[in-house]
Structures are given as structure tokens and as C-alpha cells.
């Protein structure tokens, strides 16, 4: 339920694993994942932040309030420059080494630095969307 958050953590640099992008649904999958690989659950699910180790329980229902939740617990905020995880599959990111055959949705101009996922070999840069995140990320580090 919280798969744009995911993507937001791992702009931020954070390794973020999401249930939704590994097919889990259950909450005793969810609570096996995290104590497996030593993971804080994210969560809106009262009842599975309760059963869980390490948690944080948020309550917002729209984006901007769930991060400004996360940025008052401490945690930074920002996207990390240069970019280090893959948003779409959270693997590392890797400056792209040589000029390559750019998809059709990444910039032709080889001036434009792109990252390459080393796990599902999407092609990521700093475009619009990225302006919007740091723009929008700021605006909730101004406030908490």
C-alpha cells in the first residue's frame, strides 16, 4: 500500500524493500522478510507494526503526510546525489560507464549523465521528475 513512499526511500538512497514488487500479500510473509534480512517494517497496518520487531506506523493517507511522518522520526530526506538506487527494483544504480544504446525513453544526448540498475538494467537521470522530488521533498524538511 505504500509503493510511491518505496519509490521516494529509494531515491533517497535507502535500501527499501517493497512486498508489492516481490508478490508477497500476507502479513507472516511481510513480518519473515524483515526479520530475514533485519528490516524496519514501513507500515499503515496497525495490527502488522504491532507483531513486528522494528517498526514505524504511519497514519497519513496521501504522500506528502506519510513523509513528513518518516522526516519527524529523523529520517533525511533528500534524494541522493548522485543516485544510488534503482526506483523501479531497489538495485544499485551504476554510473553509466560508456555510451550504450540509450532506450527510447531515456535522453539521446550523451551529455545528459545517466545510471544504469545493475539488477534490472533500467536507465535513470536527473530529469523532471527528479526536480519534483527534490522540490517536494524540501518543502517537507522545511517543516519538520
Known sequence: MLGKLAVYLRMCGYDTAYAGDR?????????????????????????????ANESLLLEGLDLEDMLAELANTGIHLAPADPPTRCGRCNGPLSPESHPIDRPDYAPSDPRTP???????????????????????????EEVA
Not at 510473509?29 to 504491532?50: H, P, S, W, Y
Open 23 to 51: 508478490g508477497v500479500e500476507t502479513n507472516d510473509a511481510v513480518l519473515a522478510i524483515a526479520d530475514n534480512e533485519g528490516r524496519t517494517i514501513v507500515t499503515r497496518d496497525q495490527t502488522l507494526a504491532n507483531r
Open 114 to 140: 545517466c545510471w544504469v540498475c545493475d539488477r534490472c538494467h533500467r536507465v535513470f537521470w536527473k530529469g523532471s521528475h527528479w526536480d519534483d522530488v527534490v522540490t517536494r521533498l524540501a518543502s517537507i
